[in-house]
């Protein structure tokens, strides 16, 4: 079974530039999240896609992020236009419920603004 | 609100060594706790998880932690330590009145560095 996949694996923008991260959950899984890591803190939580609908979408930090999920199946996470404090590790996660299951995590996309 | 601590940046412990890497946490409800493992360059995977039931958990690659609702801690453990083990630990938890949130919040993570 393939895991979640992330591309890019790494992404250097200058700030101002529009960066555009998917990801790919293990087939079936109906819940997809995104996280982000800014250097050396907690894994913040970004939001909850059930399916095609968000589901919760309350560690958005504001409108210049845009996370889309068409069909239900890859979501695209879009950072537009991106600022010095956008940089960390976005980490995308999925599971195959609701409730009590554990979230299954991609490696990650190293995101550096500059 | 539901929260996270891992007290400790970094914990040292030399191969064949018990270990425990330490996490309390915050809840309105009852606890869904998590721990995660991130090797370098690597996503993070599950290794155990404590829903309900006996206090201790079992896990991947020999690791266990003990759910201790009074000092409201799941301290991580493991008997003998690897070189292998070393990596970036993280403790979660969900509060189980967050209705249909399924939010989970992650702690700061713990560095275990095992010493040959």
């Known amino acids: 079974e393939a895991g979640v996949t992330q591309f890019p694996s790494h992404s250097v923008i200058e700030k101002g530039q529009t960066v555009t991260l998917r990801c790919d959950p293990i087939?079936?899984?109906?819940?997809l999240y995104w996280y982000r890591r800014v250097m050396g803190k907690e894994i913040k939580f970004l939001l909850h896609?059930?399916?095609?609908?968000?589901?919760?979408e309350s560690g958005m930090p504001n409108n210049r992020f845009l996370a889309e999920r068409t069909g239900g199946t890859y979501s695209t996470l879009k950072v537009q236009p991106a600022e010095l404090e956008d940089s960390g590790v976005y980490f995308c996660?999925?599971?195959?419920?609701?409730?009590?299951?554990?979230?299954?995590f991609g490696p990650g996309t190293r995101l550096t603004v500059t | 609100a539901q929260s996270v601590a891992q007290p400790e940046d970094q914990v040292n412990v030399a191969e064949g060594n018990p270990l425990t890497v330490k996490c309390t946490y915050s809840?309105?409800?009852?606890?869904?706790l998590f721990w995660y493992v991130q090797y370098p360059n690597r996503g993070l995977q599950f290794l155990l998880k404590y829903i309900t039931g006996d206090n201790l958990v079992k896990g991947s690659y020999g690791f266990e932690a003990e759910f201790n609702k009074s000092q409201t801690s799941f301290h991580l453990k493991k008997p003998s330590a690897l070189v292998s083990d070393s990596a970036l630990y993280f403790c979660a938890v969900r509060d189980s009145n967050s209705g249909g949130y399924q939010k989970v919040t992650f702690g700061t993570g713990t560095k275990l560095q095992v010493i040959p």
């Open positions: 809840v309105s409800g009852n606890p869904y």
């Open positions: 996660a999925s599971s195959p419920g609701t409730g009590l299951y554990e979230q299954y």
């Open positions: 896609f059930v399916k095609e609908s968000k589901q919760d």
């Open positions: 087939s079936g899984h109906d819940n």
